[in-house]
């Protein structure tokens, strides 16, 4: 019967054995599945990417090797090859332990449309000043690269919910910020890069997700300068672009109630007296229909939760709000089973001139 201690070395270093045919076996299966697409695609197992996989397991291997190399026992002539072994597994497994602390900061983040997801996800890590994202079409644990995204001050604009996805024709138009956008200014100003990938067809959606919101970060150091006075043709702007966000977020091509094609840019915005306080107030009615209003509202209504508006509701009414913002309202409602359409309007504060 061998001695308690050879028993214990012996138990040791076959735990160690199997967690190294563990970490080699994830390694063979990440390099055979990039060799077999030509570099295309790679396994993505919940939050761990390509890096992060082979990184850790590369990691377990040589922590693993390097116990199994100190729990053997070796001849008196193996011991130099022993010890110089047991060095080089620890300094491996040391560089690689650097390599995972370069990989952990990393986020995997569903591409949603609204509220359901489009069977994309992004990968983002940030680095010094940095950040930088792939954009993968997932089948299972096997995930193939189909855009490339960025950031500045690792700033990570999926995982912070600072994007927009419009559908067209089978495309799927997806705009991001790469700043992160300070207080009191209009988020999609930041909307400065863009990618476009196929809708899927061939899957069923899942939906009920909330992506994170836009965090909004106070300006460093305040503006002392004064405040520019608001005109109504600067409002009628940041009216309009909103309006067109909310177009573009629509299911398919949002049309009037004769069913033509809405120009947001020739829109009518009104002026109308301020009850209370004097100036008067801007505002935009707009009836229209899409491919589907349900969806249709849920997108709009995120891209004013991206924007960094206030959530409300009335009756059979959503609304969005903001009290330092010179668009201060939006309220839409869905009547699509009564006349099939859908009612925004948008306000401004009040303006004097």
Known sequence: MPPPAASR???????AGAFFALATAIVVGELGVSVATSGEASLLIGPLDERSLLTGSMLIAFAALCVGLWSVDAPRWMLVLKII????????????AFLVMLSIEVKVTPLLQGDCDTGYVVVERSFLMGSSGTVYR???FVATSVARTSGNNAYQPFAMGGYA?????GTLSVSYAIN???????PLDTYAASFSVPVLEDRTPHCGYEAQREPIRSPSPPVTS???PMTAAAVDDQMTELVTASLDASSGTAVDASGAPIDAAALPIRSVSCAESPGTRRELQLDFRTDDNTRSVADILTVWDRA?????????EDIRYSEGRPVERMSVRDTSSIDGLIHLTVSSICIVE
């Open 9 to 15: 070395r012996r138990t040791v270093a076959r735990i």
């Open 85 to 96: 072994g047991i060095v080089l597994a620890a300094g491996a497994g040391a560089l690689a």
């Open 138 to 140: 997932q089948d299972g």
């Open 165 to 169: 996805v419009a559908e067209a024709d």
């Open 180 to 186: 992160q956008p300070n207080a009191g200014s209009n």
């Open 226 to 228: 004064a405040p520019v």
């Open 308 to 316: 960094g508006y206030e959530q409300d509701r009335a009756m059979q």
